[in-house]
């Protein structure tokens, strides 16, 4: 157990620590919860592993079936992927964090039954936040929208003014989203549930040391992005041509053999994804332990 507060390095390197001492039992929930989510949706928001999923739902619609219901239909699939079954990998992963911080060692059927106990809290988290949410974010997107797309029509130059009010309307957003980072820590950690989850998230990110939390979630983002995408476009580029050639003519695409390795490597991907994903549970983990402890002594004051 590292002193509190870490350093960025301490930090840095304490989460690679307990990346490699526990890694099979993060990756392994971790990649089961990726392939349920992405498998329906692949290739379709991230360049090379969800392309194909565009353009399947085009296959869908030149074979009598309904663009607009399919996309519906595999949004509505991946949503409830992320909403209810989330909670149940969340809640594992967290738990083999939180107990490797404390000096336990857990196995997967303890880690299995940690999250089963804390599904309940953790799904009515997600509601509340979603409830929190739901009202000034889709404020935000009406009002760049607005800005942006004037009479449903790009606009083509914008002044100063506007720009800058997007940019604002932007990071308020981030902002926003920022706040609930440590829900699943609340909840996973510390059996809160509902809104008062979401709100001692809420306390610990921005009451706490706001500034070296922010940096370190946006560093930690920044991280995971960047890795997916280089392995996503990486999986792309063997078969580049006939990524492009799918999303214009699926039919004609898939009478290629080689489609079959396109699919392969979309697969592959998004294994070789999953590998990002247990250092930014650990990081994010030590940064709520920072951010708690600094909330707390900034109380007592």
């Given at each position: 157990m590292e002193k509190i507060p870490m350093s960025f390095k301490?930090?840095?390197?304490?989460?690679?620590?307990?990346?490699?001492?526990?890694?099979?039992?993060?990756?392994?929930?971790?990649?089961?919860?990726?392939?349920?989510?992405?498998?329906?949706?692949?290739?379709?928001?991230?360049?090379?592993?969800?392309?194909?999923?565009?353009?399947?739902?085009?296959?869908?619609?030149?074979?009598?079936?309904?663009?607009?219901?399919?996309?519906?239909?595999?949004?509505?699939?991946?949503?409830?992927?992320?909403?209810?079954?989330?909670?149940?990998?969340?809640?594992?992963?967290?738990?083999?964090?939180?107990?490797?911080?404390?000096?336990?060692?857990?196995?997967f059927r303890d880690a299995s039954a940690h999250a089963k106990r804390r599904y309940g809290s953790m799904l009515r988290?997600?509601?509340?936040?979603?409830?929190?949410?739901?009202?000034?974010?889709?404020?935000?997107?009406?009002?760049?929208?607005?800005?942006?797309l004037p009479g449903g029509v790009p606009a083509t130059v914008l002044p100063a003014w506007q720009i800058a009010v997007i940019v604002v309307l932007a990071l308020a957003a981030l902002l926003l989203f920022f706040g609930i980072v440590f829900i699943p820590y609340t909840v996973a950690v510390e059996g809160q549930g509902g809104f008062r989850?979401?709100?001692?998230?809420?306390?610990?990110?921005?009451?706490?040391?706001?500034?070296?939390?922010?940096?370190?979630?946006?560093?930690?983002?920044?991280?995971?992005?960047?890795?997916?995408?280089?392995?996503?476009?990486?999986?792309?580029?063997p078969f580049k041509e006939l990524y492009e050639l799918y999303l214009v003519d699926p039919m004609l695409a898939l009478q290629n053999p080689l489609m079959v390795f396109v699919i392969l490597f979309a697969l592959l991907a998004i294994v070789v994804v999953t590998f990002v994903f247990p250092f930014w549970y650990a990081f994010t983990y030590h940064t709520y332990r920072n951010a708690k402890y600094e909330y707390e002594q900034r109380s007592r004051r």
């Open positions: 301490t930090m840095f390197r304490t989460s690679g620590i307990v990346y490699k001492r526990n890694f099979g039992r993060l990756f392994l929930p971790l990649l089961l919860f990726q392939l349920v989510l992405l498998v329906p949706l692949m290739f379709f928001t991230m360049p090379g592993t969800v392309s194909v999923a565009r353009s399947l739902l085009l296959t869908l619609s030149q074979t009598g079936g309904s663009s607009l219901s399919s996309v519906v239909t595999v949004l509505a699939i991946v949503a409830g992927v992320a909403v209810f079954a989330s909670p149940l990998m969340v809640s594992n992963v967290v738990y083999v964090i939180d107990s490797d911080y404390s000096g336990k060692n857990v196995s988290s997600y509601f509340a936040a979603i409830a929190l949410l739901i009202l000034p974010v889709a404020g935000i997107v009406a009002a760049i929208v607005a800005i942006a989850a979401v709100l001692s998230s809420y306390r610990y990110a921005f009451l706490g040391n706001f500034w070296s939390n922010f940096t370190r979630v946006l560093t930690a983002a920044v991280i995971v992005a960047l890795a997916g995408v280089v392995i996503n476009w990486l999986s792309q580029l």
